[in-house]
């Protein structure tokens, strides 16, 4: 079964660090692109940023940009979101999720976990 | 930036037929997929490929894309189909989310 499960989340002061990680298992993570989806609460979806399959290719949404940075670890079939000099604005529940390149949509998502950003 | 433009919300019977629009300029030439979420819980994929249904998704869901506008719908609504709806597209490289609609079964 396919398994995505987040943690690290929590409460930080703004101009704070976090850094997020996920879990995956029950499939070949290292042949999937991956993404951190977010979302604030009462708020829609937000996608945060994309990695390829061998971490060469990383792109972020522009509000993250220099703040944020997208990584993996394919021995450990691990996937991570550092995020540094977090602001209010970042809190939200972030998901991590496999992407399918075959039409670039999501096809499991993780439970999410909650970043608080306030002083 | 790519713009997917969602109604804020949608109300439907038990029982009729519920129609969840999705704008985006030349929308029909990309792929549009549908997520439901539902309160507490962590989006599921309904419809991907503009119409084609995940195992276990009912054939009640249903999509299509033209133009400058996708469509979701959900025939013989019932109360567990409310939830919010978001449509995605894929573009320049980033994932692109509509703004979700609400769906209400009255």
């Known amino acids: 079964e396919v398994q995505l499960v987040e943690s690290g989340g929590g409460l930080v002061q703004p101009g704070g660090s976090l850094r997020l990680s996920c879990a995956a298992s029950g499939f070949t993570f290292s042949s999937y692109w991956m993404s951190w989806v977010r979302q604030a609460p009462g708020k829609g979806l937000e996608w945060v940023a994309n990695i390829k399959q061998d971490g060469s290719e990383k792109y972020y949404v522009d509000s993250v940009k220099g703040r944020f940075t997208i990584s993996r670890d394919n021995a450990k079939n691990s996937l991570y979101l550092q995020m540094n000099s977090l602001r209010a604005e970042d809190t939200a529940v972030y998901y991590c999720a496999r992407l399918l390149v075959r039409g670039w949509y999501v096809d499991r998502w993780g439970q999410g976990t909650l970043v608080t950003v306030s002083s | 930036s790519y713009v997917l433009t969602q109604p804020p919300s949608v109300s439907v019977a038990p029982g009729k037929t519920a129609r969840i629009t999705c704008g985006g300029n030349?929308?029909?030439?990309?792929?549009v997929h549908w997520y439901q979420q539902k309160p507490g819980q962590a989006p599921v994929l309904v419809i991907y490929y503009d119409s084609d249904r995940p195992s276990g998704i009912p054939e009640r869901f249903s999509g299509s894309n033209s133009g400058n506008t996708a469509t979701l719908t959900i025939s013989r609504v019932e109360a567990g189909d409310e939830a919010d709806y978001y449509c995605q597209v894929w573009d320049s490289s980033s994932v692109v989310f509509g703004g979700g609609t609400k769906l209400t079964v009255l």
């Open positions: 030349n929308i029909g030439s990309k792929s």
